[in-house]
Nanobody
Framework: QVRLVESGGGLVQAGGSLRLSCAAS????????MGWFRQAPGKEREFVAA????????DYADSVKGRFTISRDNAKKTVYLQMNSLKPEDTGVYYC?????????????????WGQGTQVTVSS
């Protein structure tokens, strides 16, 4: 069983930064691709970023490329999302998710375990 707990959300002004963390309670954390998704009010949950099980490959949504960085520490069983140059349209609930080991899907339906989410609000 994989349990994921996000933290680090909050209220920030446009142009500011936040660092989200997602701690996993699973023995085989390094066997999972990890992803970050977000959901704004009234919108579907969308892909933000993913990182391979080794940490050697990453993928980003076009809307966050160059501003967000995903990373992981397998020894600490934690995945991070560094968010810089935040914009009001980045506002939403951010979720981390555990996915298949040898692929980095952008489709949320391919991720089997989810955290409870952390709220990010960017004011203009």
């Amino acid at each position: 069983q994989v349990r994921l707990v996000e933290s680090g959300g909050g209220l920030v002004q446009a142009g500011g930064s936040l660092r989200l963390s997602c701690a996993a309670s699973v023995r085989t954390f390094s066997s999972y691709t990890m992803g970050w998704f977000r959901q704004a009010p009234g919108k579907e949950r969308e892909f933000v970023a993913a990182i391979s099980w080794t940490g050697g490959s990453t993928d980003y949504a076009d809307s966050v490329k160059g501003r967000f960085t995903i990373s992981r520490d397998n020894a600490k069983k934690t995945v991070y999302l560094q968010m810089n140059s935040l914009k009001p349209e980045d506002t939403g609930v951010y979720y981390c998710a555990a996915g298949p080991q040898f692929r980095m899907p952008t489709d949320r339906r391919e991720y089997g375990r989810w955290g409870q989410g952390t709220q990010v609000t960017v004011s203009s």
